[in-house]
């Protein structure tokens, strides 16, 4: 059997191109040959995410970052602003690291709004807040700019934000956001195989960061940037995934950063105009629809077409491509389908074709 297509919001389909540069022969970690590779691609990582700060590299998933960023910057209490499966783990993952936490939920579908988080903020309990950019369970894009400028009027509070399934599909302009933590895997819209994190530091954020106690060795934001500054990793990291990630960085300058945010809204858009055409309804509120994965209802929804999404899934697979069937609480009554990536308007036409045959079996 053939290679499934992914079309699921993560992992991404990778490229051939991406995995030759993956197996490349190893080098050590401390040696000249590594600081090179890392010095090399250091000033494309800060162009792409629009700052001079260092950009750390970190061997884990999403995940790793994202506790990291609770045990090296939470001291008093930390607000998660929580809209989806992945916004509402924060919470529970900031309370296992044995901080205090509370949480700002909005119903499923909906984002996070500034009014609401600086309602929370003003009671001045806070000292970090956790914003996840675009929540890959619900398909939705919460305001980001809107939120981040809360920044201005509580400058002590960390503003920690996860854009694991929107970096390098959007322009995030961290310096400009003026936010203190902004974090990523590899395996969403970079297109990479899971196993890497990218993440950059306010200076404010190093500074809070040397004060806090428990923050742990492998995550400890102060070693990685001791580190980055002399263009190593505080760890042995998986340096597969750093040559993968300095083949990536060639193909998204090659192509130019505004072209890909460009093909993502195309695609998106392509994706949205295929569930219109099938009579179904989008799960997100409207407006806030994410440009990277569509989240569409399936069930029973005013208006909206109901089918059966395991089905639908099925049959997509079987003609080599797979979709996501939906995740935590809404799975079963949406569906979810990613143009993260590499995707051209001509590949997800493909995907549309099978996704079309798939409708006329249902
Ligand atoms: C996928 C995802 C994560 C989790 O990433 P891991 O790499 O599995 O740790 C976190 N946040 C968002 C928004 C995601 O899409």
Known sequence: MGHVKLHIPGPVEISEKTYRAFCQPMI????????????????????????????????????????????????????????????????????????????????????????????????GQFDALTVIHNETSTGVMSPLAEIAALKQKYPDVMFIVDSVSSMTAVPLKFDELGIDVLLAGTQKALAMPPGLALFVCSPAALAKAATVKDRGYYFDFVEFQKNAAQNMTPST?????????????????????????????????LTRDW???????????????????????????????????????????DQGFLINGGYGKIKGTTFRVSNMGDETEATMNQLFAAMDNAMKQL
């Open 28 to 123: 050590g970690h401390r040696g000249q040959g590594f600081k090179d590779l890392y010095a090399r691609i250091q000033p494309q990582l800060q162009q792409l995410l629009y700052t001079r700060q260092l950009v750390y590299l970190s061997t884990s998933s999403a995940w790793g970052v994202m506790e990291g960023a609770i045990r090296n910057l939470v001291s008093r209490k930390v607000l998660n602003c929580m809209c989806g499966a992945f916004s509402d783990k924060w919470l529970d993952v900031s309370r296992r690291c044995g901080k205090d936490a509370e949480g700002l939920q909005v119903p499923w579908g909906s984002p996070i709004r500034a009014a609401e988080v600086d309602r929370k903020l003003a009671t």
């Open 237 to 269: 990291p998986s340096i597969s995934h750093i040559y993968a990630l300095e083949s990536k960085l060639q193909d998204i300058f090659a192509e130019g950063l505004e072209a890909r945010y460009a093909r993502h809204r195309r695609t998106n858009q």
């Open 275 to 317: 569930a219109a055409r099938h009579g179904f309804t989008l799960f997100p509120d409207p407006g806030f629809e994410s440009v990277t994965l569509t989240c569409v209802n399936n069930g029973a929804r005013p208006g909206g077409r109901v089918v059966d999404a395991e089905k639908l899934v099925k049959l997509v697979k």
